[in-house]
């Protein structure tokens, strides 16, 4: 509600995923404390959002969009003067590589500017009249309301902006919980929000899930419901709407991304992309390739290679120059790729790299798993890490099933330049995911064109524009003429 509150109750520690060796005893460095609030803090900030959308003409909600925008410029300027002290706490939070965290806070940058000019254009075409069969009528595009914007950890800064940003620059208001890792770096902004936006606009929550938002669905107050995560994280929350039909739901969920290789397919482009699509970022990306179809006929040479290409991949902390692998965040997790590995081991798969698989407190060394089949975990659960399962096929078919049996929908890529055989792919995909890339890596930019999925993987379209549409609704005032 336009002020910074100091915590005087329970706080969590901030665990880097960078270890430090004390006389011998290695453990993650502490970098820091956030506020564990309980649910009247979290509802304390939900009322002010709920305050600052009632109230009358002229205020957020119904403020010109030239208001709105000169607003968000004016953080986006604040946003700046940041970048270092955020850029630095992507790396020791998440262990972003350097030039990724870089990239990141760039991006997010050109994502506001691009919004604003979209919303620029989006509000040349929606505020006219119109007349049609005697109705005349003036068109409105409006905000939906309160919204809730949760982020991921791999992209703690840029993927919760593409729905914090939207939300607010089309009139709602908002409170907006950070990430669980990737909390300490919305702390050098907090000024820059409250400085920038009108009592109430825009509300910050640290704290468990459980007892912050789930407090917050309870009341029923909420009109949107923005997360990026997991579709059980989703899930458990949205349940606890009373009345669920109510909330919009703009959700980037789940995905297990596959690449098809054909026997045709450009081998050094297919490595190149497959081993960035896997492995950048140590595979935590959502948009990452987490399953490699290889046609049978090239999967040894396509092996081959890929393990050359692997061992150029350098491991190492985020600010050393090249490095892409890195120490992973989330806790418990070096044990459970660790467990994904062993399972399709006893299932007859291999570790094909010298190394693959160990572990060290924070670190895994990739593992590349071959021959892997339907009868392992790693075919269907989504590991977001460097774990990478390759699936040697004789048909065709039997890739194009995997993908229609999936549970998820993001993207996938196709590795062929077989015209027609490609084709055929398109027409058979078509209906199962958000986007097909061809010869190409998955992934989610240019974030003017549409970022969605579908089954499990996304609910609404998350891009520059796209994203304006689904923070808002068109209504209208209409009149007979006489
Ligand atoms: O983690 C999910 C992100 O949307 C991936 O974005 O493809 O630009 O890395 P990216």
Redesign the pocket.
Known sequence: DGELLTWEGEMSEVLSPICINDGGHISQKCIGHTPLLTSQEALHALDAAVKAYDLGMGEWPTLSVGSRIHHVEKFLSAMRAKRQEVVNLLMWEIGKPLKDAEKEFDRTCVYIEDTINQLKELDRNSARFDTEEGIVAQIRRVPLGVALCMG?F??PLN?TFTTLIPALIMGNTVVFKPAKYGVLLIKPLLEAFRDSFPKGVINIIYGRGRDTVGAMMETGKLDVFAFIGTNKGANDLKKLHPKPHRLRSIL?LDAKNPAIVLPDADLEVAIQECITGSLSFNGQ???ALKILFVHDSIADVFIEKYLQALQKLQMGMPWEAGVSLTPLPEPGKTEYLNGLVQDAQQHGAKVMNEGGGLFNQTYFHPAVLYPVNAAMRVYREEQFGPVVPIVPFSKVQEAIDYVRDSNYGQQLSIFSQDAEAVAHLIDSFANQVGRINLNAQC???PDTYPFNGRKDSAEGTLSVGDALRAFSIRIMVASKMN
Request: net charge positive; proline share 9%.
């Open positions: 991921p791999n992209y993927e980037g990306r959502c948009t992934q989610r930019g």
